[in-house]
């Protein structure tokens, strides 16, 4: 069974700093790596996505993550985040063994806050 | 393109009863997942269906269980709530083979 783990609950951090949102995995199969993001009293929204190729993967705002097999990490870094970033995160995993049950796993989130 | 819809967006129920929630896919999308996301963690998979039937299960008891619907629709129904129930019952919709998912809003559950 695959597993997620996001280091960090909360970080805090000034508006234009960077950041660095820290996610590792643990799977005997190859997997799809995601972040994604949640505002207050909403659903989530997909931020990002590794499914194959590339290992760096960047969104339309600024974020970007990479996959790195040999650590089984999948970190999410801002170089100047704004006041709007303010969200939950969550990295998730599923299964890339080519049936057609692929449910996601979830880490427990990282609650990131940007402070002006 | 209509994304994921859930409804209702809100609700308050008592312990014991049943409830059904409902998710609309977004357009195209022939898979959908549930999941639960207990206040303060991340989101646990519940079930996903697939042409209608079954097709992977977390750890949820039976009392959970889901349709779907011949236009991707699907309901997630819950009986003899608990307290513990209380929760955002997710839906998420994407295509068959591919990995993402994509969520809904949401639907707020408060067991009393």
């Known amino acids: 069974a695959q597993s997620v783990t996001q280091l960090d609950s909360q970080v805090p951090v000034f508006e234009e700093a960077p950041v660095e949102l820290r996610c590792n995995y643990s799977s005997s199969v190859s997997v799809y790596l995601f972040w994604y993001v949640q505002y207050p009293n909403q659903g989530l929204q997909l931020l990002l996505k590794y499914l194959s190729g590339s290992t760096l993967v960047k969104s339309i705002n600024g974020f970007e993550a990479e996959f790195n097999k040999s650590q089984t990490s999948f970190h999410l870094r801002k170089p100047s985040v704004h006041i709007s970033d303010t969200a939950e995160y969550f990295c998730?995993?599923?299964?890339?063994?080519?049936?057609?049950?692929?449910?996601?796993?979830f880490g427990k989130g990282t609650l990131l806050t940007v402070n002006p | 393109e209509t994304g994921v819809t859930q409804s209702p967006t809100h609700l308050i129920k008592t312990r014991g009863q049943q409830v059904t929630l409902r998710c609309s896919s977004q357009s195209g999308h022939n898979t959908v997942s549930w999941y639960q996301q207990a206040l303060g963690q991340g989101p646990q998979f519940i079930f996903q269906y697939y042409r209608e039937e079954e097709n992977g299960r977390g750890n949820f008891p039976p009392r959970f269980s889901g349709l779907q619907f011949p236009n991707y629709s699907s309901e997630l129904n819950v009986n003899a709530l608990e307290l513990d129930d209380s929760a955002l019952y997710l839906c998420?919709?994407?295509?068959?083979?591919?990995?993402?998912?994509?969520f809904g809003p949401g639907t707020r559950l408060t067991v009393t």
């Open positions: 998420a919709s994407s295509l068959v083979g591919v990995g993402e998912q994509y």
């Open positions: 998730a995993v599923s299964l890339n063994s080519g049936g057609s049950n692929y449910k996601l796993t």
